[in-house]
T-cell receptor, first 111, second 115 residues
């Protein structure tokens, strides 16, 4: 049974710092992996999708990497800003249609 | 491209009452999902539709929850009767297909409070 874990559960950093969010999954047989952002009381916004054949994806200040063999993905945020404060969720698609989600990392960037 | 539309945004009901949520996916997206997100947890899949048909409803509490997707477009999720533990955000998502490049697009969600 696929399980997704995100560490840390919460993170507070000063503005301008580079940071890494971690996601681990127990079954390496995944189809793709998607990182989402969730603002309080809102739905999920897709940030990056990495297909199983890819190693990383980049969008602006965000870079996501995937290492299937070790069951890990990282989301790197460069030069963090207060507007980056949100919960970041990692989700894996284990070959079927549905995604399995982690519990998220709650990020606070202090001005 | 219009996003996934959900309504209502918020709903407060008493336990044992019924409630319904509506979702309109992105045009052309064949697959539609309903997720339940309890505070502090990641979303959990309730039901998945492929066009009109149900692909996965293994985690749907069928004694009280029901869902339908008429004509392969809009979908409704109903809870009858509601329990206190149903308080959560109900998220609808859609995807174009099941290819490795196909991800989810989520709606804004409906926040349900059962008192």
């Amino acid at each position: 049974k696929q399980e997704v874990t995100q560490i840390p559960a919460a993170l507070s950093v000063p503005e301008g710092e580079n940071l890494v969010l971690n996601c681990s999954f127990t079954d390496s047989a995944i189809y793709n992996l998607q990182w989402f952002r969730q603002d309080p009381g809102k739905g999920l916004t897709s940030l990056l999708l990495i297909q199983s054949s890819q190693r990383e994806q980049t969008s602006g200040r965000l870079n996501a990497s995937l290492d299937k063999s070790s069951g890990r993905s990282t989301l790197y945020i460069a030069a963090s800003q207060p507007g980056d404060s949100a919960t970041y969720l990692c989700a894996v698609r284990p070959g079927t249609y549905k995604y399995i989600f982690g519990t998220g990392t709650r990020l606070k960037v202090l001005a | 491209e219009a996003g996934v539309a959900q309504s209502p945004r918020y709903k407060i009901i008493e336990k044992r009452q019924s409630v319904a949520f509506w979702c309109n996916p992105i045009s052309g997206h064949a697959t539609l999902y309903w997720y339940q997100q309890i505070l502090g947890q990641g979303p959990k899949l309730l039901i998945q539709f492929q066009n009109n048909g149900v692909v996965d409803d293994s985690q749907l509490p069928k004694d009280r929850f029901s869902a339908e997707r008429l004509k392969g477009v809009d979908s409704t999720l109903k809870i009858q009767p509601a329990k206190l533990e149903d308080s959560a955000v109900y998220l609808c998502a859609s995807s174009l297909g099941a290819g490795p490049g196909d991800g989810y697009t989520f709606g804004s969600g409906t926040r349900l409070t059962v008192v």
